[in-house]
């Protein structure tokens, strides 16, 4: 079994910034993508931005130029950069691991942004 968890998140005026991070624990042999998704309320969860193994990243449109991933392997450890934030990133962010060919996601944390 594989866990995830999340640390970082909070209240933010806009335009400042934040980190999220998620460290996985358990039986890890090895971690294909690590992401980032999120969801406000009344709204589907999204793809915000996912890393592979080999580092190739993609992001939403809507964060592009805003936010970056970065992934620590020796740590099994995700990380998401938000700079410029605005009050539509406002949502549960969640963070998520494909642990060979298994899913996992974190508990979720919240990202507040004010205007």
């Known amino acids: 079994q594989v866990q995830l968890v999340e640390s970082g998140g909070g209240l933010v005026q806009a335009g400042g910034s934040l980190r999220l991070s998620c460290a996985a624990s358990?039986?890890?042999?090895?971690?294909?993508?690590m992401g980032w998704y999120r969801q406000a309320p009344g709204k589907q969860r999204e793809l915000v931005a996912r890393?592979?193994?080999?580092?190739?990243?993609n992001y939403a449109d809507s964060v592009k130029g805003r936010f970056t991933i970065s992934r620590d392997s020796a740590k099994n450890t995700v990380y998401l950069q938000m700079n410029s934030l605005k009050p539509e990133d406002t949502a549960t962010y969640y963070c998520?691991?494909?642990?060979?060919?298994?899913?996992?996601w974190g508990q979720g944390t919240q990202v507040t942004v004010s205007s």
């Open positions: 890393i592979t193994a080999f580092g190739n990243t």
């Open positions: 998520n691991m494909i642990v060979t060919q298994s899913n996992y």
């Open positions: 358990g039986k890890i042999f090895s971690i294909n993508v």
